[in-house]
């Protein structure tokens, strides 16, 4: 593959560095205190609003969307970009590049029918309502897909949904206006995989309840949220169901592949900020009478570090290239691999900026305890790191015993 950029890309990766620097890191704790004391800590505040309008006038819009399905740019083209996002955590918002709608977007582009195209996805890619991703359960270990136990009963042209989830990232907010929600519309048959469906359910429909916030690691993320949820005899039409009964495994194993690299392109902007603050607290504080860059450790920090990013981002790019010529399914392994460094890269990297800062670096003062929880979360998000290794694993064992 080649590494180099091309000058459509350089130009990109220009013009959001400098959007950057002008609207989005000089407000960055300003906003961050904004939401978190709203009356409505749910509600998008209008300062995001304004920035994705900025962001819209600028040719900054939907950079994620696939080429095959209309898009602009390759997943190649967009690692880089990602990357610049990822490097705030609230910044990929304003460019409608934020998950979960973008795994969404791609769900209702890839398996939606016309109709709902027009429903969901149109005023998602303009960015006038939000959505959830329904998929984990608390009751059982979701990380294998075919232990869902949420109902879909057909009754004559109506769905009814009974069940429970919880993780529905961006499930709270005020402009969340739709739920895929995957669920078993046929618990006995005897293909596992063919037991599930996903339907299309709006938050708006009688029966769905939104019973609380989860934080993760004392955070709520407000606007987005990841509440717990019931449904109980929430009725939808038959109509709703996305691609056809039996199709939901299907479609989840569709769906999570670009968004697993998506939010490992963004931890390897995580990681990066981290590098570039270690270096310069490094040379701004001193300890025993010499600056931090100056002892051995904190040299060792930083180099690890950097290399731990140049393997991760070059996996990455790896895993894009082979997305964007073969296939995500011929990509799998390389994806598998780039979701396992990834996330445990930046959880190191930033850890050890955080070491480096002292007390202040577990503080709201920086981003890196922030980061550091998403870096965490997504060990979990889009199956966990032993679901991957015992399946990578599982699939080399297969390629080179064969040999």
Known sequence: MNFEHSDKVRQLIARLEAFMAEHIYPIEQDYIREVTASPNPWRTPARMEALKEKARAAGLWNLFFPKDHGGELTNLEYAPLAEVMGRVIWAPEVFNCNAPDTGNMETLAKYGNEAQKRAWLEPLMAGTIRSGFAMTEPAVASSDATNI???????????????????????????????????????????RHRRQSMILVPRDTPGVEITRSVTTLGYHEYPFGEPEIVFENVRVPVTNVLLGEGRGFEIAQGRLGP???????????CAQRALEQM???AELRSTFGRRLSQHQSVREDIARSFCEIEQARLLTLMAADRMDRLGNKAAKDLIAGIKIVAPNMALAVIDRCMQIHGAAGLTGDFFMAEA????????????????????????????????
Not at 156 to 180: A, E, L
């Open 259 to 269: 968004g697993r690299i998506h939010h490992c392109m963004r931890l390897i902007g």
């Open 149 to 191: 136990e949420c109902s879909m009963r057909r009754e004559g042209g109506q769905y009814v949904i009974n069940g429970r989830k919880w993780f529905t990232t961006g499930g709270m907010r005020d402009s969340c206006s739709i739920y895929i929600v995957m669920g078993k519309t046929d618990p006995d048959n005897p293909d």
């Open 372 to 403: 550091f929880n998403y870096a965490r979360q997504i060990r979990l998000a889009d199956g966990p790191d032993q679901v991957h290794m015992m399946q990578l694993g599982a699939e080399l064992v297969r390629r080179y015993a064969a040999t």
């Open 279 to 281: 270096c310069r607290r």
